[in-house]
DNA sequence: GGTGCCTACTTTCTTTTGGAGAGTATAAGG
DNA sequence: CCTTATACTCTCCAAAAGAAAGTAGGCACC
């Protein structure tokens, strides 16, 4: 694990550019606002149904949940079921490949929790020299 | 650390609500395209100026690469540094607080150069289901 | 001395995206 | 017949992002 970080990380093997752009564009569309609140949320909570969700991530509007589970479902990292009953029911959760995204993403939510003081005194100092 | 983790993610503790829309909101900030790709291309380039990073973050404008960077700065993640020269330069380089949210974001990194594959083939089966 | 270059932005204009709120389908229950 | 419940979908407007041109100001060239 540390050995494989090394490898990815400290080397400067050439990359193939094409692997780049394609990672690039896959961090542009899962490093977003929405997605990472959804996918902190199915963590947190397993299977959710669509109004759970809405409640769960404060601000979301149904355009943007519908949009966003969309997006995770077609690059696999959730899954849909559908109960065909009335009134509607669906589940969303999490596939394996959804929960390795959220445990990458872990290291983000620790640092904003620990690093939270330091950037809002950051944000003071720059607003007073304005 | 590893211990740090477990108190961190894994009890259910009662947070502060307050607390947590405090890290939302920074995530929500943070968690952001632009933000990434100027964060990488900082770790690994050292100190770049303007146009530097212009050409090294493919597609971003101008505008949203100052935008960027003025809020990266506000936020105390990259420090700018102006020499009163003509033409004019200026240095932009992370501070520590910026290198440890790029250390953070290291498992994103690795996760889509890891799941390239996996999300392209999702996306195909998810495609031709349409 | 006029022309143009250099860099790091601004400014303006257009296009895209996001949010707010109402509408839709369906069946059970009163 | 009217309400309720759920998961959307649609429409309209505001906000954000992208493209492209403009700005400042000292320097070199002709």
Not at 71 to 81: F, I, K, N, Q
Not at 99 to 127: I, K, M, P, Q, Y
Request: proline share 5%; net charge negative; aromatic share 6%.
């Amino acid at each position: 694990m540390l050995a494989t970080e090394k490898i990815a990380y400290d080397s400067n093997l050439p990359v193939d550019p094409r692997v780049e752009a394609l990672v690039t564009e896959l961090i542009g569309r899962v490093a977003d606002k929405w997605t990472l609140l959804v996918l902190e949320e199915l963590e947190d909570h397993g299977v959710l149904r669509f109004t759970e969700l809405a409640r769960g991530v404060a601000g979301i509007s149904q355009k943007m949940l519908t949009q966003t589970l969309r997006a995770m479902e077609r690059d696999g990292l959730v899954e849909r079921t559908v109960h065909p009953v009335v009134p509607p029911k669906v589940e969303y959760r999490l596939t394996p490949l959804g929960h390795s995204l959220g445990e990458a993403f872990c290291g983000v939510w620790h640092w904003a929790g620990e690093n939270l003081d330091r950037v809002e005194a950051a944000r003071r100092t720059f607003d007073e020299r304005g």
